[in-house]
């Protein structure tokens, strides 16, 4: 199963609104040999590390592709850069967020690529639209189950909208 998050807490003249940004970025996926498996629904978070940015709005999907892990990394970077992401500093607003969460049970660790993502057992706005799609997920390093690693992280906020 290969599964990317999906973020916005960012607005720009192109997207009026986080759930329309991260419905473009699932169109333009779908146009780079990505075919879509299933979407959970659009969850509202706190941004995290706490700050003073607007809320996120996350959700995740699940789809298959015949891109390696590296190389559909590298398109996800990429629709992120077309979208009108600027990296600038770490943790800053963004029109769009794209990780690549988990690609089925690879496990890697590289300078450019971390499977599975080494935050994902700190993230409930990850965590619980993964359990929505996929609710016998287990993480591929660790073992845990996903109810398990909601259990870790029930204090955060995160609202279904």
């Known amino acids: 199963?290969?599964?990317?998050a999906i973020g916005s807490n960012s607005i720009s003249?192109?997207?009026?609104?986080?759930?329309?940004?991260?419905?473009a970025?699932?169109?333009?996926?779908?146009?780079?040999?990505?075919t879509l498996v299933d979407k959970s629904s659009w969850y509202e978070s706190v941004p995290v590390p706490?700050?003073?940015?607007?809320?996120?709005?996350?959700?995740?999907?699940?789809?298959n592709t015949n891109l390696k892990s590296y190389d559909l990394l590298l398109k996800l970077q990429a629709i992120e850069t077309q979208m009108g992401r600027i990296r600038s500093i770490k943790n800053a607003d963004r029109i769009i967020d794209l990780d690549l969460i988990a690609y089925n049970d690879e496990i890697i660790e590289t300078d450019l690529l971390t499977l599975p993502h080494p935050r994902v057992v700190e993230r409930a706005f990850v965590l619980l639209p993964i359990s929505e799609l996929i609710p016998e997920?287990?993480?591929?390093?660790?073992?845990?189950s996903i109810n398990t690693m909601l259990e870790r992280v029930k204090g955060q906020k995160i609202a279904k909208i």
């Open 1 to 4: 199963m290969i599964i990317i």
């Open 13 to 23: 003249a192109d997207y009026e609104s986080s759930i329309e940004a991260c419905e």
């Open 25 to 34: 970025s699932i169109k333009m996926m779908l146009n780079q040999r990505i």
């Open 50 to 63: 706490i700050s003073g940015q607007p809320n996120f709005i996350n959700g995740v999907i699940s789809i």
């Open 137 to 144: 997920w287990r993480h591929p390093l660790t073992n845990l």
